[in-house]
C-alpha cells in the first residue's frame, strides 16, 4: 500500500473547506489533512467537530503569514488552496483582498519552491469565473483563453486574476488552475450582501455542487492522475443541467416557499450589466478527465429539499418561511446599502449608473413586470477567436503563432525565437499601449491574459477594445464602441511583478 498523503488544505471553514475534509474522511487510510483558518469563534465552531479525528491536522493561523503557511506547506504532498476573502467581503476591503488572495497565493508558491522536492508537490489552485467577468448574451458561451475582463469595480475578481497569473508564471512543474462558478447551496448570508444586486436578472451562470467540488479535490489528490492534467487552467462547471439564467434560479427558491419570485423585487433593482457569469462550452472536458461530477441540477435540489425537511422535523422549534412581502423589503434593506445598485440610483452616482446600467436614462426606461422581458438564451453558440490556430497540438505551436496571437491582441512578440510547444518558458512581448512585459505563450494562449500593466490602475476597457481585437470581443457586443470611460482601482499596486 501507498504510504498515506498529506494534504494541506486553507480555507477549511468555508462551505468548500468543510465539503473538502467530509470527502476527504471517506478515505483515512489514503491521506491525512492539514487544514488551516483563521481562528474565529465561527470558524472554531464550525470545526468542532473534527477535534479528535486522527486524519486531521489543526493548524489555526492567516493566509497573509509566511510561518503559517510555511507550517502548512512543509512535508505536504498537495496544497489545495481553497481559502481566499469573498467577494462582498472584497468590495469593502480591496487591500484586504488583494494581500489574501494574491498574496497567499504567491507565499505557497515561495513555500513550495523553498522545499526540498519542489518537483513532487502538487498545488490546486481555485480561480474564478469571475475573471473572465460580464459575459451577457449574445457572449455567454466561455472557455478557457478567452480574454481576462474583471467585472469594474470586482476586486475580488482582481485580485484572483493577479493570483493565477503568478501560479502559471510560477516555474512549478506540478500546479494546475481550477476556475471555479457559483456553487451551491450558496453560503450562509449570501442574500445579505449588497452584491446581490450586481447580478442581472437575465444573467447566465453554469453552477455547481459543493459536494461535486469536494469530490474533484480528492480525485485530483489520487495516485492515477495523468501527468498531462498538470500545469493546465480548467473551467470547472456542473455540465449541461447547472445551466441557469438569474431568474430561473430565483424561480427554484421561492416557488418551493409557494412565492412568485416577482413579488420579492422590482425589476430596476438589478443592474444590466457589469456582472460575470458564462455556460460553459469547455467544462466537459475536466469531468471526462477526473470523472468528479455525481448529481444532475434537478438530484441536487431534491436532495438538499429532503434534507430541509428533515432538518424541519428535527427541529422543535421550526422557524417559520418569511413572506413575499418580508423578502421584498429585506430585498430594498439590501440593496440600499454602500454598493448597492439602489443606493448607486438613489445617490445619483453617475460612475456607477454608468458601470451598471449605461446611462440615467437606460435606467429610467427599465420596465416593470408587466413589460420585463425574461429570456433564457437559445441559439448556436458564439466561439470566440483566439488569434492562432487552436487545431494544431499545442506541442506544434511555434513562434508564428505567438506572433499571430500577439497581433490579435493588438501587440506583438518580441522575441526572436521560440522552441516549438515549449508552452511555459517566457518571452518578451508589447501590448498596444507600448507595455513590455514577460510572459509565458501558455498564460497568454491558452489562458487569456495578456498585458499585466493594462490589469492595474484602471479599468480602460472601452480604450482596450478599439486596439485590442482579442479584447473587443467581450466588451463591444455588451457596450458599443461609445463605452469609453475609465474606472480607477485601487489596492492592484499590491502586486508585486
Avoid at 494574491?102 to 507565499?107: A, E, L, N, Q, R
Avoid at 498596444?432 to 498564460?443: K, N, R, S, V
Avoid at 484602471?458 to 481585437?469: D, H, L, S
Wanted: charged residues 25%.
Amino acid at each position: 500500500m501507498s504510504a498515506k498523503k498529506t494534504i494541506f488544505l486553507t480555507g477549511a471553514a468555508g462551505g468548500m473547506g468543510i465539503a473538502t475534509i467530509n470527502e476527504f474522511l471517506k478515505y483515512p487510510d489514503k491521506f491525512t489533512l492539514r487544514i488551516l483558518d483563521l481562528p474565529t469563534p465561527q470558524n472554531k465552531e464550525k470545526l468542532k467537530k473534527y477535534e479528535g479525528n486522527k486524519s486531521i491536522e489543526f493548524m489555526w493561523g492567516d493566509l497573509r503569514n509566511d510561518e503559517d503557511i510555511w507550517n502548512g506547506v512543509n512535508g505536504a504532498d498537495y496544497v489545495l488552496a481553497v481559502g481566499v476573502l469573498g467577494a462582498s467581503q472584497c468590495d469593502e476591503f480591496p487591500e484586504d483582498g488583494f494581500r489574501t488572495n494574491y498574496g497567499s497565493t504567491k507565499k505557497i508558491i515561495e513555500a513550495i519552491k523553498a522545499q526540498p522536492n519542489p518537483d513532487n508537490i502538487r498545488m490546486v489552485y481555485i480561480g474564478t469565473v469571475a475573471m473572465t467577468g460580464d459575459r451577457m448574451p449574445p457572449i455567454h458561451w466561455g472557455r478557457v483563453g478567452d480574454p481576462i475582463k474583471p467585472s469594474i469595480y470586482d476586486y475580488y475578481a482582481t485580485s484572483k486574476v493577479a493570483a493565477e497569473r503568478a501560479v502559471i508564471e510560477s516555474g512549478l512543474k506540478h500546479w494546475v488552475s481550477l476556475r471555479q462558478t457559483g456553487i451551491m447551496p450558496i453560503g450562509q448570508g449570501g442574500g445579505d450582501a449588497p452584491i446581490v444586486s450586481h447580478q442581472p436578472l437575465n444573467n447566465v451562470l453554469e453552477f455547481i455542487s459543493v459536494y461535486d467540488s469536494a469530490r474533484l479535490m480528492v480525485k485530483i489528490c489520487e495516485e492515477n492522475v495523468p501527468e498531462i492534467f498538470w500545469r493546465s487552467v480548467y473551467n470547472m462547471g456542473g455540465g449541461e443541467s447547472w445551466r441557469k439564467t438569474t431568474i430561473e434560479g430565483y424561480d427554484a427558491i421561492f416557488s418551493s416557499l409557494g412565492i412568485d419570485y416577482r413579488e420579492t423585487f422590482e425589476p430596476n433593482w438589478y443592474a444590466r450589466f457589469n456582472f460575470h457569469g458564462q455556460w460553459f462550452l469547455d467544462s466537459d472536458k475536466l469531468d471526462h478527465m477526473m470523472h468528479y461530477r455525481t448529481q444532475t441540477y434537478e438530484q441536487f435540489q431534491a436532495f438538499e429539499n429532503k434534507k430541509a425537511q428533515e432538518a424541519m422535523q428535527d427541529n422543535t422549534q421550526p422557524m417559520e418561511a418569511p413572506t413575499a412581502a418580508q423578502i421584498y423589503e429585506h430585498n430594498q434593506f439590501v440593496f440600499n446599502k454602500p454598493g448597492g445598485v439602489l443606493n448607486v440610483v438613489e445617490n445619483r452616482d453617475t460612475e456607477g449608473i454608468k458601470v451598471w446600467f449605461g446611462s440615467q436614462e437606460e435606467y429610467e426606461a427599465i420596465p416593470g413586470w408587466d413589460k420585463f422581458i425574461v429570456y433564457r438564451p437559445i441559439g448556436k453558440p458564439i466561439v470566440l477567436d483566439h488569434g492562432y490556430d487552436e487545431t494544431k497540438p499545442a506541442a506544434e505551436l511555434d513562434l508564428e503563432d505567438v506572433q499571430g496571437a500577439a497581433k490579435f491582441r493588438g501587440g506583438k512578440c518580441l522575441s526572436a525565437a521560440m522552441e516549438k510547444g515549449e508552452m511555459y518558458k517566457p518571452l518578451e512581448w508589447e501590448c498596444a499601449f507600448g507595455h513590455q512585459f514577460t510572459a509565458t505563450p501558455y498564460l497568454v494562449l491558452k489562458g487569456g491574459h495578456w498585458c499585466d500593466e493594462c490589469e492595474r490602475g484602471y479599468w480602460n476597457y472601452g480604450e482596450i477594445a478599439k486596439v485590442n481585437p482579442f479584447f473587443a470581443q467581450v466588451w463591444t457586443p455588451l457596450h458599443g464602441a461609445h463605452e469609453t470611460y475609465k474606472v480607477k482601482k485601487v489596492a492592484d499596486d499590491l502586486i508585486v511583478k
